[in-house]
């Protein structure tokens, strides 16, 4: 087989046999394939698509690459959930110990960020000493011992995606159905759980831009996850401004926490219960209420305000922290977390209402403070970052806040500064802010 003539194949949009997806996809995984080879068949799958048969194949051939978990080690129905990428997103940090709390066991694989989106292991290691690295028998342990535990993408398990996914992130080939779908399925397929909660995002700050999109991923995913025998719930959710006010690592973690305290913006923490409630109700724990009448997800966001309200899910964090090496004083001390040297307030020139806050624009921002990568092999700044004070609807007076900058580096925060700036739109008329959750498949 020749490498070259795949990717003409690809480039001229014709159907790839089982045989010639293999071949590309364990060469680049063993090494004999070069980035620059598996860089131009990525980006003819992103210009020229992929057919269903095609992306199921890719999909199973990413999952057998590695190790497939059965979790046989972990009692209860196992429930993951996965976002397929937005900016401010720091749903899991939330979901995951109020699910945890509820007794749906959490064995969960994250992902780093991935071009202008952030990644929940990046997140999670802005908390000083925490663990997203663990053995599978270590990582079996930790579920049954605590109910939770989130690591990120380490062994042998899905090695291709870990690959093909670092290699999307810095060529400009994240924007595709077939690759997010392939990409996110093949990971949780070969982690083994028997329940899948997605998340997909819609709008400028996702990878899927319109709703007709996002509903062709979201049934993409399903479809797949079903053929294998899961139990799936996709959420379809809003990313036309960013989620929550924080965008940035440590920014972030601080303002799930938040959440978790019972605070926080409304919409992080609505998306986070109906998130909650669907695992919850997928982990078979929503089940017998007293009224059947009522849909398991409904009875699941319930369980899910419950574990919030009463502070359950916030010592779920705490006990989830301490337990993956991380100190748990940061629930009670922010400052604990890395802090940023430079900041920049910006403020706004005229009064009116604020019609868009564009998160695509805003996920630039916060990458070009130091909070993302722009080549694989950067570091990120975890205290960089922006935090808005305004969002699609707000009134705004001038000389009001609209957002803050944060960043360790003079040029970046003047680079984080502009782009934000430009993210903002306003107007004289009050918006409509947008509708969060779109639409849900069960
Ligand atoms: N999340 C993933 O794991 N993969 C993608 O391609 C996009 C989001």
Known sequence: MNVVDIITKKKNREELTREELEYMVKGFTDGSIPDYQMSAFLMAIVLQGMSRENTVALTEIMRDCGDVMARSGIEGIKVDKHSTGGVGDKTTLIVAP????????????????LGFTGGTVDKMESIPGFRTAMEKEEFIRAVNERG???IGQTGNLAPADKKIYALRDVTGTTESLALITSSIMSKKLAAGSDAIVLDVKCGSGAF?????????????????GRASGKNMIAIISDMSQPLGNAVGNALEVQEAMDVLKGAGPEDI???SLNLAGAMIAAGGIADGGADESEPSVMRGIRLAEEMLNSGRALEKFREFVEGQGGNPEII???RLMAQPSRSMEVRADESGYVTKVDALKIGLASQHTGAGREKKEDSIDMSAGIVLNKKVGDEVMEGELLFTAYANDADKLAK???EAKAAFEFGKIKAERPSLIKRVIE
């Open 98 to 113: 109020i699910a945890a709390a509820a007794g749906v066991p959490i064995a969960k694989m994250s992902g780093r960020g």
């Open 148 to 150: 939770i535990a989130v």
């Open 208 to 224: 899927m831009k319109t709703l007709p999109d996002a509903e062709e991923l979201a049934e993409s995913m399903v479809d797949i």
């Open 269 to 271: 923490r609505e998306l």
């Open 332 to 334: 009670n001390d922010y």
């Open 416 to 418: 984080g500064v502009e």
